[in-house]
């Protein structure tokens, strides 16, 4: 059963710090979603991948945050320098079809607190 | 703007109870419609989707859910529901960009024994 993982499930970290979430998409999937989860503001899309190639992050803080995709194998989330208003849970998603969101495979989420 | 409303926060419902979950959007063309399910600590899993044609549409889990243009409504049903189906319930729309969804704010499904 295949399914992607995401390291670490869980971080609590200092204000300042640098946080680095990684996913393992399902091997053959061809599109990789960040999204960033909070009571208030629901699920917000924070990067979009297709064939490791960064199409869209518009959601994201571009000060501090930055996404890549090294290899097919392997999507990263950074955030760098942390900020308490960064806890929240990322998950990432990946997918296939014209988009990907036809068919989206979330991860278990990283839940990020930020002291 | 396209959005999605889910006007319960929550919903209580006894073990082997009908469920019906709403979901209303607001989008000009013909919408992709979906909802999801997640489980307390867990990812989002998809339960189904309307791209066309049948608007009556099954999922797993014994979900289904029928595409009402008229009523720009999009609502999740289950006959019976089991005390495995407690959690939280997301529909949404695929917005303008063909890779964005739309997400509602969620409806809390409680299962009373």
């Known amino acids: 059963d295949a399914r992607v993982t995401q390291t670490p499930r869980h971080k609590v970290t200092e204000m300042g710090q640098e946080v680095t979430m990684r996913c393992q998409p399902i091997?053959?999937?061809?599109?990789v979603f960040w999204y960033r989860q909070t009571m208030m503001q629901g699920l917000e899309l924070l990067a979009y991948f297709r064939n490791r190639a960064p199409l869209d992050d518009s959601g994201m803080p571009k000060d501090r945050f930055s996404a890549e995709m090294p290899d097919a194998t392997l999507a990263t989330l950074k955030i760098q320098p942390s900020e308490p208003r960064d806890s929240a849970v990322y998950f990432c998603?990946?997918?296939?079809?014209?988009?990907?969101?036809?068919?989206?495979?979330f991860g278990p989420g990283t839940r990020l607190l930020v002291l | 703007a396209q959005s999605v409303t889910q006007p319960d926060i929550h919903i209580t419902v006894s073990e082997g109870a009908s469920l019906e979950l709403r979901c209303n959007y607001s989008y000009g063309a013909t919408p992709y419609l979906f909802w999801y399910v997640q489980s307390p600590g867990q990812g989002l899993q998809l339960l189904l989707k309307y791209f066309s044609g049948d608007t009556l549409v099954q999922g797993i889990k014994g979900f289904e859910a029928e595409f009402k243009r008229s009523q720009s409504s999009f609502n999740l049903r289950k006959p019976s529901v089991h005390w495995s189906d407690a959690a939280e319930y997301f529909c949404?729309?695929?917005?303008?960009?063909?890779?964005?969804?739309?997400w509602g704010a969620g409806t809390k499904l409680i299962i009373k024994p």
């Open positions: 949404a729309v695929a917005g303008d960009s063909n890779y964005q969804l739309i």
């Open positions: 998603a990946s997918g296939t079809g014209t988009s990907g969101i036809e068919t989206q495979y």
């Open positions: 091997l053959g999937h061809n599109t």
